[in-house]
């Protein structure tokens, strides 16, 4: 009895000792870890639901393509609803993080939603791909070193927009409609810094709360020698806006020129009055003529039989890149700081364009001005779309001052 013992313990030692020796392909090596976690924080309740669906849509459309793998691991995605709430998206990253033990976290929509799921990432240090959060903070002033950004800084998009106002349209005494909270400030006050930096005026500036029912009011306060309206609206309140301008009959007074306004998650809801309207000065368009976003959009459309808005692209955008910086460390996401540091480094072919992150964790990347046409596609039939009509290529977050120039003069506050 004890010589078989004796030999069987020996037979074990000899097979720790060849086992020990052995090194395993990175393959077997990645799927010994199992899955990797990701948390999608989106708002899928609330005046956001609709933006919100978008990116779920998009982000399982990029991981559906990659067949659910990334560094020779699969992936599972948790989605929780953060309802553009920046408390609840505060609870919902905590509950992510420590309760669903998700690897990385992916989100949240709203700007004002940033900082805080920001907090939640600075206190665990799992990795923030934010995304499509815009607040200017979180790569400016209040940088947090387990957060980068692979969709827009709020801004980024609103100095180009008032540098086309100007340039471009020739308007020099403008109305602005903003949205009342941190997004719609940083847009609407890019482009006011650029557009009057340019020697254009302000004819009046109007705040509105998300979820105004009623554009009526705002329409009447437009001053009367305003030479074009300029509108930066979100959510529900985009269309409400579009039926109260027509309805009002601004149409037949005034220029309307959306620096972010109609957008395709919205555009199955209002009518041919739209075609031929400035829709939006943003990082991405449907109309997008290139290979990349010709696939994209044709994929989506046999996915959910609709348009893939900025929202769809963005979220699609942060799974290529998240997995390209997975491969990238053979998926050893349990070494954070190596999947920071491949984030920070690859660059990507998206289908908006050409991305690479500046060093201060924010993508420099094209911005599109774009027009409504109404236009035939091969799965879905007619229907309007998003067209630039203008490109401001490798736009920084900075615009064109130095970094250390805007950091100076502080953030976008109305």
């Known amino acids: 009895m004890s010589t078989t013992r004796l030999l069987t313990a020996s037979a074990f030692a000899l097979f720790a000792a060849l086992s020990a020796s052995i090194v395993l392909p990175q393959s077997a090596q990645a799927q010994e870890k199992g899955p990797i976690k990701i948390g999608l924080l989106v708002p899928l309740t609330g005046p956001l639901a609709s933006p919100g669906n978008d990116m779920v849509s998009g982000f399982k459309l990029f991981w559906n393509q990659a067949n659910q793998m990334a560094g020779g691991r699969k992936v599972e995605i948790v989605t929780a609803d953060t309802t553009c709430n920046p408390d609840q998206a505060l609870t919902q990253a905590r509950r992510l993080v420590l309760q669903e033990k998700v690897n990385i976290l992916v989100g949240p929509l709203c700007g004002h939603e940033g900082p805080a799921v920001a907090q939640v990432s600075k206190e665990t240090g799992v ?3 934010m995304d499509t959060a815009g607040a200017d903070d979180v790569t400016k002033w209040n940088r947090t070193p387990t957060v980068v950004r692979t969709a827009v800084s709020s801004s980024q998009i609103g100095h180009p927009f008032g540098e086309y106002l100007y340039k471009e349209l020739g308007l020099r005494n403008v109305t602005f409609i903003g949205q009342d909270y941190t997004f719609g400030h940083e847009v609407t006050l890019g482009a006011i810094k650029t557009f009057t930096d340019l020697g254009g005026k302000v004819a009046k500036l109007i705040w509105n709360p998300i979820g105004t029912k009623d554009y009526g009011t705002t329409i009447s306060t437009i ?18 806006l579009f039926e109260d301008w027509f309805n009002f009959g601004m149409d037949k007074k005034m220029k309307i020129i959306g620096g972010y306004w109609l957008q395709e998650d919205m555009l199955s809801q209002v009518d041919d009055r739209a075609v031929g309207l400035v829709a939006n000065s943003l990082h991405y368009a449907a109309g997008i003529d290139t290979p990349e976003n010709k696939a994209f959009v044709d994929a989506y459309a046999k996915a959910y039989k609709r348009l893939p808005s900025w929202f769809s692209e963005s979220a699609y955008t942060a799974g290529l890149w998240t997995k390209t910086a997975i491969d990238a460390i053979k998926g050893n996401v ?6 920071l540091k491949a984030m920070r480094t690859v660059e990507v072919k998206a289908p908006r364009g050409p991305l690479k992150l500046d060093a201060f964790d924010n993508p420099i990347q094209n911005v599109y001005i774009s027009k409504i046409e109404k236009r035939k596609h091969p799965v879905l039939g007619e229907v309007l779309i998003p067209v630039p009509v203008k490109t401001y290529e490798a736009v920084s977050q900075f615009w064109t001052w130095k970094p250390e120039e805007f950091l100076a003069r502080g953030p976008y506050k109305r």
Do not use: H, M, Q
């Not at 001053?223 to 409400?240: K, Q």
């Open 127 to 129: 990795p923030l791909v």
């Open 334 to 339: 349990e070494d954070k700081d190596a999947f």
């Open 223 to 240: 001053p009367s020698n305003s030479d074009g309206v300029a509108a930066i609206v979100v959510g529900a309140d985009r269309i409400r």
